[in-house]
């Protein structure tokens, strides 16, 4: 079996959304004075890979507790869209390259190439986004979820969150940020695994996320 990280390692230091604060390690006990070592994590719950619930953007939607475990597994579909430049919208049509396969997927996963940017200034560019024929397929689908190798579903610009707030209203689904090595999963459908925390009451939380092929 093959399988590929499609998650960037958590560290101090790490690029973060603006406004919030990377993620701090403090050593809690060592192996000089405790015998054993332990570390005290503090982070943001949208730190590096991650993924979002509805209840991210609205009061009383469903949390990431909430969902059922089947939720975070499926077949996945990387969409190509590495041809894009920087300020182009993500469209419908380039769904249509991949048939029968893009209705049969659990997930869609917009490969854009910016993890290439990951711990740059440019990284927080001007990276294409999907446009509102693409979000509403999406919504009017069946899908699991969907994720990008950026740092958000919206561009930094829009503070309104006007993508965030379309696709979570009425929709159970998930939205993944901050993926990476998409260009590895081929343009077949494959199994993708992507396991949050178990928070109480969680809008959102760190991911591992994983493709394999068997």
Known sequence: MKVIDLTHTIREGM?????????????ANSYEKDGFRETRISMFTHTGTHMDPPAHIFAGRTTLDEFPPQQFIGKALVIDCRHLKE????KLELLSEYGDKSHQADFLLFNLGWDKRWGTESY???????????LEYIISGDYKGIGFDVIG?????DENLTRHKKLFEKTDILNIENLTNLEQCGSELFWFGCFPLKLENCDGSPIRAMAWFE
């Open 15 to 27: 690029p973060v959304y603006p406004g919030t604060e990377p993620p701090e390690f403090n050593p």
């Open 87 to 90: 300020g182009d919208s993500i």
């Open 124 to 134: 927080f560019g001007d990276y294409p986004c999907i446009d509102d024929r693409l």
């Open 153 to 157: 579903l919206d561009p930094i610009a």
